[in-house]
């Protein structure tokens, strides 16, 4: 089955290598996966929030 | 202690306003907003709370009553007060055709699609109820709407009991109109 695959330059992954150490992962892949994540359910619930005010606010519910 | 009637709007806020009102509470609500054919009995809403966000100066009148906040305001209540919220549960697809009308009959733009804003929706119940969780100076109560006009008298209890306070439940029972129970699923 195809598994997209992202490129990360060399002096990235190093850096990437060494916080994945430091905060204790065990791997680079694991340590990046868990970020990306994170960084994507955030982006979500921002733009749900901003949805959310939208709506009350259409609905005379918040100025 | 502040009384807070939440939830999304169309959940059912504005008929448990008036039944803590039917009970002998004090209400915290002006004529900001009158009764129309989405809410015939009335809204019981206090216009400052819509700036509650950039001007919360106004929350100590709510002392000792009861006043309405919807959903996403309550991050905006100072913590130097204790509240106790009952928080209203409607099924999501009820609450969106309600809220869909209404916007409608107000000429504002839809919005998403229903199915994506039931999933914001969803995001945005689930990060306040966790929220809401870590919070210590809020007690909450979670009030099924459906449960509420099916089965009036047994909410009213628990409500009674939540709250700790004596009020008239036969009042609060008999403010319940099954007939404005629209948008129903079934």
Redesign the interface.
């Known amino acids: 089955m195809f598994e997209p695959r992202i490129k990360v330059g060399k002096e990235l992954y190093a850096t990437l290598k060494t916080a994945a150490t430091v905060a204790g992962y065990s791997s680079v892949d694991e340590f990046i996966l868990h970020i990306l994540e994170k960084a994507a359910a955030e982006i ?2 921002a ?3 901003e ?6 606010q ?6 | 202690m502040i009384t807070v009637v939440s939830g999304l ?2 959940s059912g806020t504005s008929l448990m306003m008036q039944m803590l009102q039917a009970g002998g509470m004090s209400i915290l609500a002006d004529a900001g ?1 009158p009764a129309d054919e989405h809410n015939p009995k009335g809204y019981l809403e206090y216009q400052k709370v ?5 001007d919360n100066s106004w929350i100590a009148d709510a002392e000792g009553r009861v006043v309405k906040v ?1 959903s ?2 309550l991050y905006h209540l100072p913590p130097a007060h204790e509240y106790r919220i009952i928080f209203m549960q409607r099924d999501l697809d009820e609450v969106l055709r309600s ?1 869909e009308k ?2 409608a009959g ?1 000429q ?2 839809s ?2 699609e229903r199915d ?2 039931r ?3 969803t ?2 119940l689930a ?1 306040l109820d966790e929220w809401l969780g870590t919070q210590a100076h809020f007690s909450r109560f979670e009030c099924n709407f459906s449960d509420l006009i099916t089965k009036p008298a047994a909410a009213v209890q628990e409500i009674v009991r939540f709250l700790g306070i004596p009020l008239n439940v036969q009042s609060m029972a008999e403010a319940v109109d099954p007939i404005l129970y629209r948008q129903r699923n079934n």
């Open positions: 979500s619930q733009q749900s929030e949805e959310v005010r939208r709506r009350l259409g609905l005379g519910y918040i100025e | 709007p169309r907003r819509r700036s509650l966000k950039s919807v996403q305001l809220q209404m916007l107000l504002q733009p919005g998403p994506m804003m999933q914001h929706f995001r945005h990060a």
